[in-house]
């Protein structure tokens, strides 16, 4: 690793406090997360007590309304929170974009009575959440989901496997998408399901080529019994929530890749001003000086297109069509920038010494989660020209 500090992103907020809360989260990258992230992902660790702290700093909830504890800060503000605790840690980024996830179905579809129950715990009481949709055999196809909801009285009765399930294991909370209906999306109802429920069992951990922290299992449900009153919206509307809450996961996403690029041009920036070849700097080089002009034009441009989006979500406009262009745009610039960053190092770039080769494992999988980039080409034609005929 290079001794070079990286500077501050030079960022447009909209408020005195939300650059405040932007120096909070640069505050706390530094000094609780970047110094062990290359440790504790080789360790496999999750950082619980990371999650903690952000919750006691009121950072778990940043988009959501003060009213059940949440931080009422604009995407456009929380997304680049996003960003700076992805540039630390993905693990750490990536975990808060799926916690949001987790929420999004209550706070925008519960009602009163179950936000002011639930909402003031998942949002700055210390838990963390998860988001249940992916299965085994439902993955791009997520609305031919197999796992039941069956009625039984005031209770659903929740039997079926969830798969790739991001905090699957250590979640207090599980946003469940389950069948109660007839096939197709028509038929998909949500729930909120406590992670200590009984019958709720996680596999083990999945084996992954990076972020190697963030626990990635597959989740059982034999006979788990959610009461009614923790059912999200109405029968038959859980896709249509599930949609929703991927629409503003889009966008957590493509800034955590950001995130991520930007940590690497930052690496790789440092080592060319530092390393000499042929009695000068290898910054000086056309060719690295190009690579580095193109990196850093590549992270401007996913970062203007992830703000746009954000502003359009802010300002109650529709958003779908853009966040899918975020997630596509940003999460294949990070794959092309961690890819650069590890040329620039040569031979480091290739050795855990240097965190590039593991921002590269790590940008791979932003360009599959919350719809492969293969599906957001799908919705920005289907936005452009409509649904396909067959």
Same mark, same amino acid.
Not at 197 to 220: D, Y
Not at 222 to 231: C, H, I, M, S, T
Not at 236 to 257: E, M, P, Y
């Given at each position: 690793?290079?001794?070079?500090?990286?500077?501050?992103?030079?960022?447009?907020?909209?408020?005195?406090?939300?650059?405040?809360?932007?120096?909070?989260?640069?505050?706390?990258?530094?000094?609780?997360?970047?110094?062990?992230?290359?440790?504790?992902?080789?360790?496999?660790?999750?950082?619980?007590?990371?999650?903690?702290?952000?919750?006691?700093?009121?950072?778990?909830?940043?988009?959501?309304?003060?009213?059940?504890?949440?931080?009422?800060?604009?995407?456009?503000?929380?997304?680049?929170?996003?960003?700076?605790?992805?540039?630390?840690?993905?693990?750490?980024?990536?975990?808060?974009?799926?916690?949001?996830?987790?929420?999004?179905?209550?706070?925008?579809?519960?009602?009163?009575?179950?936000?002011?129950?639930?909402?003031?715990?998942?949002?700055?009481?210390?838990?963390?959440?998860?988001?249940?949709?992916?299965?085994?055999?439902? %993955? &791009?196809?997520? $609305?031919? #989901?197999?796992?039941?909801? *069956? =009625?039984?009285? /005031?209770?659903?009765?929740?039997?079926?496997?969830?798969?790739?399930?991001?905090?699957?294991?250590?979640?207090?909370?599980?946003?469940?998408?389950?069948?109660?209906?007839?096939?197709?999306?028509?038929?998909?109802?949500?729930?909120?399901?406590?992670?200590?429920?009984?019958?709720?069992?996680?596999?083990?951990?999945?084996?992954?080529?990076?972020?190697? %922290? &963030?626990?990635? $299992?597959? #989740?059982?449900?034999?006979? *788990? =019994?959610?009461? /009614?009153?923790?059912?999200?919206?109405?029968?038959?509307?859980?896709?249509?929530?599930?949609?929703?809450?991927?629409?503003?996961?889009?966008?957590?996403?493509?800034?955590?890749?950001?995130?991520?690029?930007?940590?690497?041009?930052?690496?790789?920036?440092?080592?060319?001003?530092?390393?000499?070849?042929?009695?000068?700097?290898?910054?000086?080089?056309? %060719?690295?000086?190009?690579?580095?002009?193109?990196?850093?034009?590549?992270?401007?441009?996913?970062?203007?297109?992830?703000?746009?989006?954000?502003?359009?979500?802010?300002?109650?406009?529709?958003?779908?069509?853009?966040?899918?262009?975020?997630?596509?745009?940003?999460?294949?610039?990070?794959?092309?920038?961690?890819?650069?960053?590890?040329?620039?190092?040569?031979?480091?770039?290739?050795?855990?010494?240097?965190?590039?080769?593991?921002?590269?494992?790590?940008?791979?999988?932003?360009?599959?989660?919350?719809?492969?980039?293969?599906?957001?080409?799908?919705?920005?034609?289907?936005?452009?020209?409509?649904?396909?005929?067959?």
């Amino acid at each position: 690793m290079t001794d070079r500090a990286p500077q501050p992103v030079d960022r447009q907020l909209p408020t005195e406090e939300s650059r405040d809360l932007l120096a909070l989260v640069r505050e706390i990258a530094q000094r609780e997360i970047r110094p062990r992230a290359a440790e504790e992902e080789d360790a496999g660790r999750f950082p619980r007590e990371v999650f903690t702290l952000l919750s006691e700093s009121g950072l778990l909830g940043l988009p959501y309304a003060g009213e059940f504890g949440g931080g009422e800060q604009p995407y456009e503000v929380y997304l680049q929170v996003l960003e700076e605790l992805a540039a630390a840690r993905l693990t750490v980024g990536l975990g808060v974009s799926v916690h949001s996830l987790a929420c999004h179905g209550l706070a925008g579809y519960g009602t009163k009575e179950q936000r002011g129950e639930h909402l003031p715990a998942m949002l700055g009481g210390g838990l963390l959440g998860a988001y249940c949709l992916s299965e085994p055999a439902a %993955g &791009s196809d997520a $609305a031919s #989901l197999a796992t039941k909801a *069956v =009625r039984e009285g /005031d209770d659903w009765i929740l039997t079926g496997t969830k798969a790739w399930i991001t905090h699957g294991g250590v979640a207090d909370f599980y946003t469940v998408l389950a069948r109660t209906g007839v096939p197709g999306p028509k038929g998909i109802t949500a729930f909120l399901v406590p992670g200590d429920a009984p019958g709720l069992t996680a596999a083990v951990p999945e084996k992954k080529m990076g972020m190697k %922290g &963030s626990p990635t $299992a597959q #989740l059982h449900f034999d006979g *788990v =019994r959610v009461p /009614d009153a923790r059912r999200i919206g109405e029968e038959g509307q859980g896709f249509g929530i599930a949609l929703a809450a991927l629409d503003a996961g889009r966008l957590g996403i493509a800034a955590c890749a950001i995130g991520v690029a930007q940590a690497a041009l930052d690496e790789a920036l440092a080592y060319a001003l530092d390393r000499k070849q042929f009695g000068h700097p290898i910054a000086d080089f056309q %060719g690295l000086r190009f690579m580095l002009a193109d990196m850093a034009t590549k992270i401007e441009a996913g970062r203007a297109l992830y703000l746009a989006a954000a502003r359009l979500r802010d300002a109650g406009k529709p958003f779908s069509r853009q966040a899918a262009m975020a997630k596509l745009f940003c999460t294949d610039a990070a794959m092309a920038v961690t890819t650069d960053a590890v040329q620039v190092l040569g031979g480091y770039g290739y050795t855990a010494d240097f965190p590039v080769e593991r921002l590269m494992r790590e940008a791979k999988v932003l360009q599959i989660v919350e719809g492969t980039n293969q599906i957001q080409r799908m919705v920005i034609a289907r936005h452009l020209a409509g649904p396909e005929s067959r």
